[in-house]
């Protein structure tokens, strides 16, 4: 590890455009600040890169010092303490550009993705964004990334058409599935294992609008709720994308009084087939309780935020996930035991569970790293935490959730919803076995030295 202190060291960053900053410059703090702050962050220097010249420069110079790189667009993923080495910040580099006859998208590191969405609704195209468009396109797709559509058109990297991409060594690459087909396979579901993604292309949909939005049951009804969801998913057609959730909202004026300081059961829809087919589809969910609201309607698919209403700006956030087989009666009950309405002081905001199937459980039409296929839901958990004793208290939380919920998991999770990494053993669960092995060998191929280590890596 080499620890930064002679400004010779850094005389081969001169090149780059954008700002190169060390603890104690201007806009240090502010380079790094993103969504998610529970994590320390302190890197021995921080390049706001301002396109793909300055990445290469970047991994050059960080190649032959020997220094750890980090990577971040928005800090969505920002779960893991960065406290030596180099971070690559890539908030300047937000281009999108829409091709409307080949329906694609080429969006830039930067670019979040309503980015994406307001770029291709004047052309009647969509993108597969998730349940926030303020979350970097990107960082989610190398992830997988799981669309709030995703039982009806797959995941997000599923529709990558190309990368482009600087390994550690600083060379850039063009890739696809006829240009180093291996290197592709590994950004589609590998994060950022083997380099820095600094744009790429993805196909759009032929969508304008959808029919979405969210019930709120008041929480004493969430049995109920959960049992008519569970029973009512193993019905509906692919293109139903549904999640439950529950939610303990603390009392503060950024969430609505209706809802605010209250434990709720929530189910959220988007259907973007017929509006009417998919109201007739809702039927047996409005029925299984009094809603205390529904907004249920419409909407143009640059607004789908409003569908899970995931918070925008910067929060300390613990997050977990753990892909699960079929909910069965006893797998509801043991869900119901650890975090619904009966448990007191539970400090975990939000636990969701997401239906996957569908479209999610096909093949990729290429070679990936996507490895949650075989999972028929995705069970999530969220909490903010103001202190390490809240941290600590969420952790234990969520692993007493995931320790309940093994029997009925397939083992693994996750690049995008795991959460802080672990050890190694841990990190790999985001994975299949092959997966693993094969994003082992690509990563000891590309990056020998192990220089982009921090964050979701094998």
Not at 213 to 240: K, N, Q, Y
Request: proline share 8%; net charge negative.
């Amino acid at each position: 590890m080499v620890t930064l202190h002679r400004t010779p060291d850094l005389f081969a960053l001169s090149e780059i455009r954008g700002p190169v900053l060390r603890p104690g410059d201007d806009g240090y703090a502010e380079e790094l600040t993103g969504f998610n702050v529970a994590a320390r962050r302190a890197p021995d220097v921080v390049v706001g890169a301002t396109g793909a010249d300055d990445v290469v420069t970047a991994l050059r110079w960080a190649s032959a010092t020997g220094t750890p790189v980090a990577v971040q667009a928005t800090g969505h993923g920002a779960n893991y303490p960065v406290d030596h080495g180099l971070l690559i910040s890539t908030r300047r580099m937000t281009g999108v550009r829409v091709d409307p006859e080949r329906r694609t998208a080429t969006v830039e590191a930067g670019a979040r993705w309503r980015d994406v969405m307001a770029a291709a609704a004047p052309h009647g195209l969509a993108g597969l964004c998730g349940s926030s468009s303020d979350v970097g396109a990107v960082g989610y797709t190398v992830g997988g990334g799981l669309p709030v559509l995703g039982r009806a058109y797959g995941y997000a990297s599923d529709l990558v058409r190309s990368f482009q991409v600087v390994t550690p060594d600083g060379t850039l690459h063009e890739t696809d599935a006829g240009r180093e087909p291996d290197l592709f396979r590994a950004l589609r579901g590998g994060k950022h294992a083997v380099g820095v993604v600094t744009s790429m292309v993805t196909e759009l949909l032929p969508l304008r609008t959808l029919l979405g939005g969210d019930l709120w049951f008041p929480g004493e009804h969430a049995e109920a709720v959960l049992s008519a969801w569970c029973g009512w998913i193993r019905t509906v057609p692919d293109g139903m994308c549904t999640t439950f959730a529950l939610l303990r909202l603390p009392p503060i004026p950024q969430i609505p009084e209706p809802l605010r300081g209250r434990f709720w059961a929530r189910v959220t829809v988007a259907w973007a087939g017929d509006p009417a087919d998919g109201e007739a589809l809702l039927a047996p969910v409005r029925a299984a309780a009094p809603a205390a609201v529904d907004t249920v309607e419409v909407m143009p698919c640059t607004e789908i935020d409003r569908i899970h209403m995931d918070p925008q700006g910067s929060f300390p956030v613990r997050e977990s996930g753990l892909l699960l087989h079929e909910l069965t009666p006893v797998a509801v009950r043991t869900f119901l035991d650890q975090v619904g309405p009966d448990v007191i002081d539970c400090p975990l905001l939000l636990v969701e569970i997401r239906h996957l199937g569908g479209a999610l459980s096909r093949p990729s039409p290429g070679a990936d790293m996507v490895s949650a296929r075989d999972a028929d839901h995705l069970l999530q958990t969220v909490a903010v935490v103001a202190s390490p004793a809240e941290a600590l208290a969420a952790d234990r939380a969520a692993t007493a959730l995931h320790t309940a919920m093994s029997p009925y998991g397939t083992g693994r999770t996750t690049p995008n919803m795991h959460g802080a990494p672990g050890d190694a053993a841990d990190r790999a669960r985001a994975w299949t076995p092959q997966d693993h092995a094969d994003l082992l060998r690509l990563k000891h191929a590309h990056d020998p030295a192990g220089l982009l280590r921090f964050g979701h890596t094998p």
